[in-house]
């Protein structure tokens, strides 16, 4: 039994082409505990940062800082009364936010978070997550026609047509990516997501600066893509509430509402993924060939400890910033607390035996955040698209753009390999 | 990557593709059906993947369970009235057709049973890591032309579709 | 039941022949067109098991690439007969096939 455990630790595959189920288990529940968490961060940072772009504070009660928030929020949803509409399919309406979760989080299966560090390494990796993202579609579908009312069912045609739409401009954006992967020595690419960052790691620059500016234009027709594909804004006409009360979940309330939300936020990181993984290396620290090294290597790796200590200093510098309030000493002391939490953190990630494996998960995980802050971002500032134009843009300049890139791409891809392998 | 539980594998997901088969074809309402035949597209690509054809299998996902089955969808929330659903259900031929789908029953089990001889043990368990390779190289090889006649197959249908639902030619 | 467990190509087969079964009583006996539709998808479905179970048998990939064809041919026929189905629905309102007769409206 411990040999069958520990004859996976030596191996250099992911658990799932080694055919380990035990460690397959354990990544699937790591990867589940973490998303959960990750979404419930995401929650909270998104009320945060959006006040602070709107000048205002964001939740401060709850915790410090409003770091309880999320937590609020799910007891709140898990305690409130379950509605379903008089004529509602009640199958339909029951089973359409377990299909989103379903899409949603089956995309993890191949998402690498280092070279080992993925459920499993499908040979058709990213044509799985595209298939199974565009399943999500389903589901919303679903939820519109079984709710049995007007609003929820516009939303859910206005947000499948718009999800449908842009799933033809992310799949080019995609293949031109997926075209720069073959431009090694057999001339084979390959659509396994590991394959993809070991490619870039081979060719010595990150996709998006491949055949400057065509990764750029695709990583751009993507990035705008995958806005539209999971319904944030500026394209969030579908679940607007000054347009649609809330579109396709407007009748879910308590738990089923949670799945659908818990649902969009998964599937932004996973989407995030996907560009981070085609685009920006994946898993590779910056420069891994240029900066290369046992010293270039150890300075990189001290980096997951330094944005711990970080985050620590920012915990114990706001603990300070407190009112000097006799009510308020719980929320300073729970804060300090945190950030001492957060530190030790740091410090173990110091470790070199820890940092060393944990480096690649540090630098794709900073990756997806910074893809996080974007949503935040795109949703505080740019003004929401009317439904016509959001039709026009996917279907008359994204999907030109796209085939325009990857034609250009693969004419370019061509010409490097005659002249240069010929 | 060695087969994992094959038999276990196969007898659940052709048990899942029976059933939903079966709740295609006696559902009143056609939502249900239009689940029931998602459903049975998944355990498909599933069994797709037992036969190691990973390619074939994602693209069962995307353009049938993604694709052609939210088009049904869509279809069925234009034509579905409530007072279709109250009509009966099954044809008024239906004992004819049970009795034809039954000797054409029979016909495959005496086919399967007589032959049984003729399909040989199965190979060694091919290789899946380049199967993607292996299928575009026959696709824009072999097939070249099949490919090119396919696409315009397509673009046959999307134009036969819009001029079919236009409200005025 | 030492046969039931090893699976060989004939329990592929056997599977293909029965969803091709249920597609055809699918049919020929519902009245609902878009159920008719959606049963002829399911012949089709057990037509390409059974070309991926014989591409596993024999090890060439001509069985995947041609079960490749017949997605796409099941996609755009799925396409024009819905837009069959809808332009017919919109004269007539309804969806039930014994409908369907009159050669001229």
Not at chain 1, 16 to 24: K, L, P, T, Y
Not at chain 1, 36 to 44: K, N, R, S
Not at chain 1, 190 to 212: D, N, P, R
Not at chain 2, 128 to 145: P, R, V, W
Request: charged share 10%; aromatic share 12%; hydrophobic share 60%.
């Amino acid at each position: 039994m411990f040999a069958y455990i520990k004859s996976y630790l030596s191996s250099a595959q992911t658990p799932g082409a080694a055919g380990n189920m035990f460690w397959v288990l354990v990544y699937i529940l790591v990867i589940f505990t973490g998303l959960a968490i990750a979404v419930m961060l995401m929650t909270w940072l998104e009320r945060k940062v959006l006040a602070h772009m709107q000048v205002r504070l964001g939740p401060m009660r709850v915790g410090p800082h409003g770091l309880l928030q999320p937590i609020a929020d799910s007891l709140k949803l898990l305690l409130k009364e379950d509605i379903m509409p008089a004529e509602a399919d009640a199958f339909v309406f029951w089973i359409a936010p377990f299909i989103v979760v379903l899409a949603a989080f089956t995309v993890f299966v191949v998402i690498p978070f280092g070279p080992t560090h993925a459920i499993t390494d499908m040979n058709i990796g990213i044509l799985f997550m595209l298939g199974v993202s565009s399943l999500s579609v389903l589901g919303i579908v679903m939820a519109g026609w079984a709710s049995n009312s007007h609003y929820p069912l516009i939303g859910a045609l206005r947000s499948s047509a718009q999800m449908v739409s842009y799933e033809v401009a992310m799949g080019l954006a995609v293949v031109s990516a997926i075209l720069m992967t073959s431009l090694n020595a057999e001339g084979t690419g390959t659509l396994s997501m590991i394959g993809i960052v070991q490619a870039q790691l081979a060719q010595h620059e990150w996709f998006i600066f491949k055949f400057f500016p065509l990764g750029l234009i695709a990583f751009f027709i993507f990035a705008v893509a995958m806005i539209a594909e999971t319904n944030r804004a500026p394209f969030d006409l579908a679940e607007a509430e000054s347009e649609l009360t809330a579109g396709f979940h407007t009748e879910y309330s308590g738990f089923r509402w949670s799945l659908f939300f818990l649902s969009e936020y998964t599937a932004m990181i996973a989407v995030s993924s996907i560009a981070v993984t085609l685009w920006l290396g994946g898993w590779l620290r910056p420069f891994p060939n240029l900066l290369s090294g046992p010293t270039w290597d150890r300075a990189f790796s001290l980096f997951p400890g330094i944005a711990f200590l970080f985050l620590a200093a920012m915990c114990f510098f706001n603990a300070t910033r407190m009112p000097k309030h006799p009510l308020f000493r719980i929320q300073t002391i729970g804060l300090a607390v945190f950030g001492i939490v957060l530190g030790l953190i740091g410090l173990i990630l110091f470790i070199p035996a820890v940092s060393m494996r944990v480096q690649d998960i540090f630098w794709f995980s900073a990756k997806v955040g910074g893809f996080m802050y974007l949503y935040i971002w795109y949703r505080g500032t740019f003004p929401r698209y009317r439904f016509d134009q959001l039709m026009q843009m996917g279907w008359k300049v994204l999907l030109p753009l796209g085939l325009g890139v990857l034609i250009l791409t693969a004419g370019v891809a061509l010409l490097q390999q005659k002249l240069w392998h010929p | 990557m060695a087969p994992v539980a094959t038999p276990f594998f196969f007898y659940l997901l052709s048990g899942i593709m029976l059933i939903g088969g079966v709740l295609v074809i006696t559902r009143k309402n056609p939502v249900h059906s239009a689940l029931a035949l998602i459903v049975t597209l998944l355990a498909q690509a599933s069994i797709y993947l037992m036969l190691y054809a990973p390619f074939v299998a994602g693209v069962q996902i995307i353009l049938y369970a993604g694709g052609i089955m939210v088009l049904f969808l869509f279809v069925i929330m234009l034509v579905s009235v409530d007072r279709v659903q109250r009509e009966r259900q099954f044809n008024s031929q239906w004992v004819v057709g049970i009795i034809a789908a039954t000797a054409l029953g029979g016909l495959f089990m005496a086919v399967y049973t007589k032959g049984k001889d003729i399909f040989p043990e199965h190979a060694l368990p091919m290789v899946e890591s380049d199967n993607t390779q292996q299928i575009a190289m026959k696709l824009y090889g072999q097939y070249m032309f099949a490919f090119e006649i396919a696409s315009l197959l397509l673009l046959v249908a999307i134009i036969g579709a819009v001029v079919m639902a236009k409200k005025r030619i | 039941m030492e046969s039931m467990l090893h699976i060989t190509t004939l329990h592929y087969l056997v599977l293909g022949a029965a969803l091709f079964l249920l597609g055809v009583i699918g049919v020929l006996t519902r009245r609902n067109v878009v159920i008719v539709l959606m049963s002829i998808e399911l012949i089709l479905n057990a037509v390409n098991l059974n070309l991926v179970a014989f591409s596993r048998m024999w090890g060439g990939l001509h069985g995947q690439v041609f079960a490749i064809f017949v997605i796409t041919d099941a996609a755009a026929e799925a396409a024009v007969g819905l837009g069959i189905l809808i332009a017919f629905f919109r004269n007539k309102e309804t969806v039930n096939i014994d409908e369907v007769n009159l050669l001229k409206w």
